[in-house]
Every structure is written in structure tokens, then in C-alpha cells.
Nanobody, 116 residues
Framework: VQLQAFGGGLVQAGGSLRLSCVAS??????????MAWYRQAPGKERELVARVSSGGTTTYADSAKGRFAISRDNIKRTLYLQMNSLKPEDTAVYYC?????????WGQGTQVTVSS
């Protein structure tokens, strides 16, 4: 597995979860650029949640601003997404995305379910 995502689960509205995505040594390198989290809810298209550039610049979807925080640890080859104040509409499968050179890698997805 080149990207392993974990940390999803079932949480009540208002709760928190922290997603992690670990890259294998075979794909992570100094050429690793933008990393991001996307999500896909049932019947909807995959959408960007947040991304972080190689220089640390972060971008968030409007729905995530003020509640989610993306971060990366290049030493650990890991991408994080801290999600607070979760809402039922955050329910989706969350996918991590790594851009290494011109190659794109996707994680297998981790399910986040927020109950009302």
C-alpha cells in the first residue's frame, strides 16, 4: 500500500476526529509537493476539503474553514486532518492525495460518519 489512511469512525455531532495518511518510503521523496484531503459523500462528487503545499501554505474549502486543520510531517511521511465541531454533513469517505513530481497518489479512503 503506497498511501495508508486511517482515523475515521463514528462520532456524534460536535465531536472531533483526527485523520492520518502515511506514505510508503517508495513514493515519498523530496519531490513530494502538495498534499490534500478530499471527501466523497454518497451520491456526490469528490470534493477538496483542504490542501497544504510543500512550503506549508494551506487552503480550505469554505465548509472546513474554522473547524478543520491540515498539517504535514515530512519526517514521518504523514499528512493529518484535525476535524473539530463535526456536523452530519461532514459524513463521507475521506481520501488523502499526494503529488510527487508529476505523479498523483490516492489513499484508499477512510469512512467518517457523524450522527446527529
Amino acid at each position: 500500500v503506497q498511501l495508508q489512511a486511517f482515523g475515521g469512525g463514528l462520532v456524534q455531532a460536535g465531536g472531533s476526529l483526527r485523520l492520518s495518511c502515511v506514505a510508503s518510503r517508495t513514493i515519498f521523496s523530496i519531490r513530494t509537493g502538495t498534499m490534500a484531503w478530499y471527501r466523497q459523500a454518497p451520491g456526490k462528487e469528490r470534493e477538496l476539503v483542504a490542501r497544504v503545499s510543500s512550503g506549508g501554505t494551506t487552503t480550505y474549502a469554505d465548509s472546513a474553514k474554522g473547524r478543520f486543520a491540515i498539517s504535514r510531517d515530512n519526517i514521518k511521511r504523514t499528512l493529518y486532518l484535525q476535524m473539530n465541531s463535526l456536523k452530519p454533513e461532514d459524513t463521507a469517505v475521506y481520501y488523502c492525495y499526494f503529488l510527487v513530481g508529476v505523479s498523483v497518489y490516492w489513499g484508499q479512503g477512510t469512512q467518517v460518519t457523524v450522527s446527529s
